[in-house]
């Protein structure tokens, strides 16, 4: 089971695991770089949470999902249509002021991750600015299902040396919201495109 076949068949569970989860204050930082009124893609929506947050905050929202069933709980969660393509299907040029990637690009492989930054980079306007974030660590595989390649500072750095148009803005580390699951950590990284 590839993690795309996970969120398909796990889709009802996983909306109602996350759909609540408080993302205010790393929401609010990522608007802070925003234009008012500006275009987002939410890239792997999921329950459509954060989707529905821009929204309500008056941007020009996508949403996009690589799960069927994942797009269809978040499209009626949203009140819109959720494009359902996986990453390496991007195919935008200059279109967002920013692209919000929320515990989602970490199921991708590293090699994986070079190319779709790269797609990411060609979406975004001069200027625009990438969120993404990743558990914290230094495991690659399968785990409850599902790929996961974590990261720690430096091997993002590492990574967005090669992307000479993207520029580190800030990252830091937070706990998980899940009570659950306080022990587990993320890495959350924005990075601006160069331009402007």
């Known amino acids: ?16 695991n996350t759909v609540d989860l408080n993302m205010e204050e790393h929401l609010e930082k990522f608007i802070s770089f925003l234009p008012e009124a500006g275009t987002v893609l939410d890239l792997g929506c999921g329950s459509g949470r954060d989707s529905l947050y821009f929204i309500n905050k008056g941007f020009d929202v996508t949403a996009m999902d690589g799960s069927e069933e994942l797009c269809q709980l978040a499209s009626i969660h949203i009140g819109q249509d959720v494009l359902n393509m996986q990453f390496n299907e991007l195919d935008f040029q200059q279109v967002f002021d920013g692209i919000w990637a929320c515990a989602s690009l970490l199921h991708t492989t590293p090699e994986q991750l070079h190319g779709i930054l790269g797609k990411v980079s060609d979406s975004l306007n001069p200027g625009g600015l990438l969120y993404m974030s990743f558990k914290y660590g230094d495991f690659q595989g399968y785990r409850n299902g599902r790929y996961f390649a974590d990261y720690k500072f430096h091997d993002m750095e590492e990574i967005l040396e090669e992307h000479r148009d993207l520029e580190i803005i800030e990252m830091w580390k937070t706990s998980d919201l899940r009570p659950e699951r306080e022990e587990d950590s993320w890495l959350n990284i924005i990075v601006r495109k160069a331009g402007l």
């Open 1 to 16: 089971m590839d993690s795309i076949d996970y969120y398909n068949k796990y889709a009802n569970i996983y909306f109602e």
